[in-house]
């Protein structure tokens, strides 16, 4: 029997998954807000938070832009019908931000990455997209000192 349900879970406004190693693992060059087309069951779990987003990436497929790998959890109180959770959900994009997304993907070591899954002030499931390219080991190296550095300076400069 599924867990019985309040009100007080469900995420009406704001975050429900975030990437946190997304702008360490990729250099962002441009961001992107997109809609996504979701079934039923998939906007309800998201309500309660059931996402993951740290593997997600996307593709080209027939001129249009799908996530791919993004992790759905089924939703539990579901009757009949159920959902594939980590299937390629469709990008809602202008017609102008998809072909300079395709023309960045077509470059060589260009990857589109799932950044921040949220709801908007009108309810709707937005996703936050990174264009950018892959670090090498020593590009993470550098950002890790340098943020090590901005702490140990925001520190002596406390006291």
């Known amino acids: 029997m599924a867990k019985k349900i309040k009100k007080s879970d469900f995420i009406t406004t704001g975050t429900v998954a975030e990437n946190h190693r997304a702008r360490f693992d990729y250099n962002i060059n441009e961001t992107f807000i997109a809609g996504m087309v979701l079934l039923g069951p998939e906007v309800k779990s998201l309500r309660f938070g059931h996402a993951n987003i740290r593997d997600a990436y996307g593709v080209i497929e027939r001129g249009e832009i ?16 159920s959902h594939e959770e980590r299937r390629n959900r469709k990008l809602l994009l202008n017609h102008r931000e998809i072909v300079k997304i395709i023309n ?15 709801f908007d002030a009108h ?19 550098e950002s890790t000192k340098e943020r090590d550095w901005s702490r140990e300076k925001a520190r002596l400069m406390a006291h």
């Open 66 to 81: 799908y996530m791919s790998n993004m992790l759905i959890s089924a939703y539990d109180n579901q009757g009949y019908s």
């Open 104 to 118: 960045a993907l077509n470059r060589k070591g260009s990857s589109l990455v799932a950044m921040k899954l949220f």
């Open 123 to 141: 309810g709707r499931a937005k996703l936050l997209i990174g264009l950018g390219t892959g670090k090498k080991l020593y590009d993470k190296r």
